[in-house]
Structures are given as C-alpha cells and as structure tokens.
C-alpha cells in the first residue's frame, strides 16, 4: 500500500499558528544539535544517524528524531532516509567556519537565555526584565558568578561578531581614524576585525576585567595584539581617554535610556573635541517590516532590560549625551553603523 501524500497547499492560519507555538523546540533541538558538535562531524559529507551518535555519544533514535525535525524544517538535509548532510544554512553552526552561529545556537538554548522567555508576561504587566524575576538579578552578575555559563555567553557574543562585524567594515570607513575604542569590546573579535582591515589604525580594548582576560589569545591570532592595548574597567565609571572614534557593537542596546546615557556621557567626557561614536546596531524600521528587531527588542525586554530603537530614538538619546546623529550607513548585515559627532 503506497503512503499518502500531503495536498501541498498553503497551510490554514490555524496550521501557521501551531507551527508558531513549537518554534521553541525548533530552538532547542539546535541547541541540541550545536551542543553535540553535529555539524562539525557532517564537515566531511553525509552520515547515518546511528553513525552520529556514535561519534558525539548521543542516543540512536533519539538523535535521528531531532535531525529528522532539524532537516524538515531546513536546517541539514536527509539525503535518504536516515542518512543526513549539511546545507547551507546547517553549515554556519560548523566550529570551524568564519561567522559560525554554533556558539550562538549554544547560548540561545542554555537556562539562561531560555527560562526568561517563559515569563513574557512578567514583563508585560511590569515592564521589568524577566531574568531578574527568574534569577534574582540581571544577567551581568549571573555571568560574572556562573563562569560557565557567562564563557557561553561571551562566546556567542564573539561568533555574533564574527558574522556581523565584516559587513560594518565593508560598509564604513573605519581608516579615517588613527585610534579606535571598542568599549565594552569583549574578547576583541569586533576591534580586531577593523584593526587588520586597516593597518594604519591602532585600538584600545575595554571591558570588565573577568571578559578582557580572554582577549590576548584572539588578538594574537588576527596579528593585531601589537597595535592593540587591552584595559579593564566600568564604563559607567569612566572609559579611556584619547581615543578618535568610540565604537560599541551591541552595546547600548542591553540597556535603558538612563543607564545608556551615563556609558555615552562618559564617552564623550573621555573623547576628543570633534571625536566621533560608532555605534553598530540594528535600528528599528516603522510599520509592521523589520521583525528582526522587533522580536531582538523583546529579548532586550527580558533579559538586560533595554531596548533597540528607532532613528529618532537614537537621535533623541545622543543629543542628551553630547553628541549629534551624523548618518546611519546600512550594511550587507541586519546590522547599521551609527554615527555620531562629539558637540
């Protein structure tokens, strides 16, 4: 007896809807997937599930359900049955490939990042963050506290960098400056990006001390570490001084008007006359386009309490800093370079 096919036609909102509701565990059977290092075994070509499992020490038919959903809905290939391959979306969550999505697919998926979207409505009636109901207090401390999980984090962050930051280099002339300042930089993925596409330029570093600790090592890689200085502290505090350009990737948007204003307030204390903010963020389009940063703004809700935001709100937000929106220059990515001019 031959097995029924489905009639291809265009789901009924009812059917849209219930694939809405199990996106979740789309999400996690990524993290899954990430987590055992699935597409760093498929490099070489396509493999049998049992064979995966053997090699990443998964359960058999457990692991070739969550590929089976993984490949249905576009992430890998089920080249026959039981039998899986990389395509290229599956592709960007290799360990091994520039841009890789791997550590984010971890991130996304880890109690951290997952137990707050399960109190949208926390936020919704209090206009809190979430994490802070869940946790008992905001996501930088937990990291600092939980080292696992806070190496988790900062190692999505640098493969969200690696993926995003080429496109702002492309897009933005970073040349013009002899001195940049990536604060709150990281493991310096983003400012040694700029700084070995633009040998003239040097950098300075800046984060808190347990983040900048692990920099050396990806600085020294780029062959950047020589042009590069690396220091600790609190930007709500102070930041180095000196510096041409101030640049911030994904920064300002983890925080609220108020706290946001005192990291660009110290900015521009620290910044030459004339001296320029470099923003790299997504900014938030009117009407109903641009569901990436809408649905980024939620879990800027939920988890460091800030936000994305528009053109005006950016705008709004410098001129209470001292400084003044310049232009926004698009890029290749979801992301734009914002630009703003020390007044």
């Known amino acids: 007896?031959?097995?029924?096919?489905?009639?291809?036609?265009?789901?009924?909102?009812?059917?849209?809807?219930?694939?809405?509701?199990?996106?979740?565990?789309?999400?996690?059977?990524?993290?899954?997937?990430?987590?055992?290092?699935?597409?760093?075994?498929?490099?070489?070509?396509?493999?049998?599930?049992?064979?995966?499992?053997?090699?990443?020490?998964?359960?058999?038919?457990?692991?070739?359900?969550?590929?089976?959903?993984?490949?249905?809905?576009?992430?890998?290939?089920?080249?026959?049955?039981?039998?899986?391959?990389?395509?290229?979306?599956?592709?960007?969550?290799?360990?091994?490939?520039?841009?890789?999505?791997?550590?984010?697919?971890?991130?996304?998926?880890?109690?951290?990042?997952?137990?707050?979207?399960?109190?949208?409505?926390?936020?919704?009636?209090?206009?809190?963050?979430?994490?802070?109901?869940?946790?008992?207090?905001?996501?930088?401390?937990?990291?600092?506290?939980?080292?696992?999980?806070?190496?988790?984090?900062?190692?999505?962050?640098s493969s969200f960098s690696s993926s995003l930051v080429p496109a702002a280099v492309e897009a933005y002339d970073f040349s013009q400056f002899g001195c940049i300042a990536d604060i709150a930089g990281g493991h310096g993925v983003a400012l040694s990006t700029v700084l070995a596409a633009h040998p003239a330029t040097c950098g300075i570093l800046f984060d808190l001390p347990h983040v900048v600790a692990g920099a050396p090592a990806v600085l020294q890689a780029k062959g950047v570490a020589e042009r590069c200085q690396v220091v600790h502290g609190d930007f709500f505090n102070s930041v180095p001084e000196g510096a041409d350009a101030y640049m911030m990737k994904h920064i300002i948007h983890d925080w609220d008007d108020e706290r946001a204003s005192t990291i660009l307030r110290n900015c521009r204390t620290a910044s030459k006359p004339g001296g320029k903010l470099l923003l790299i963020e997504m900014v938030v389009p009117s009407g109903s386009d641009g569901a990436l940063p809408k649905l980024l703004d939620l879990e800027m809700l939920l988890i460091p309490g800030g936000?994305?935001?528009?053109?005006?709100?950016?705008?709004?937000?410098?001129?209470?800093?001292?400084?003044?929106?310049?232009?926004?220059?698009?890029?290749?990515?979801?992301?734009?370079?914002?630009?703003?001019?020390a007044v």
């Open 1 to 157: 007896m031959s097995v029924p096919q489905p009639i291809h036609e265009t789901p009924p909102p009812e059917a849209r809807i219930m694939e809405m509701f199990l996106a979740p565990l789309l999400v996690q059977a990524l993290h899954a997937a990430a987590a055992l290092g699935i597409a760093d075994l498929l490099k070489d070509g396509p493999r049998d599930s049992d064979d995966l499992a053997a090699s990443c020490g998964a359960h058999a038919p457990s692991l070739y359900r969550i590929m089976r959903a993984l490949a249905a809905s576009g992430i890998f290939a089920e080249v026959s049955p039981g039998r899986f391959a990389l395509n290229p979306v599956a592709a960007t969550l290799r360990s091994d490939v520039p841009g890789s999505m791997r550590g984010m697919a971890i991130w996304c998926g880890c109690k951290a990042h997952w137990n707050p979207l399960s109190d949208v409505l926390h936020s919704a009636r209090t206009g809190k963050p979430a994490f802070d109901h869940v946790f008992g207090g905001g996501p930088f401390g937990y990291f600092e506290q939980d080292k696992e999980t806070g190496a988790i984090f900062n190692q999505a962050m």
């Open 307 to 341: 936000l994305e935001r528009t053109e005006e709100q950016y705008a709004k937000l410098f001129e209470s800093s001292g400084f003044r929106l310049t232009r926004i220059v698009p890029t290749k990515s979801p992301v734009s370079v914002i630009e703003a001019e």
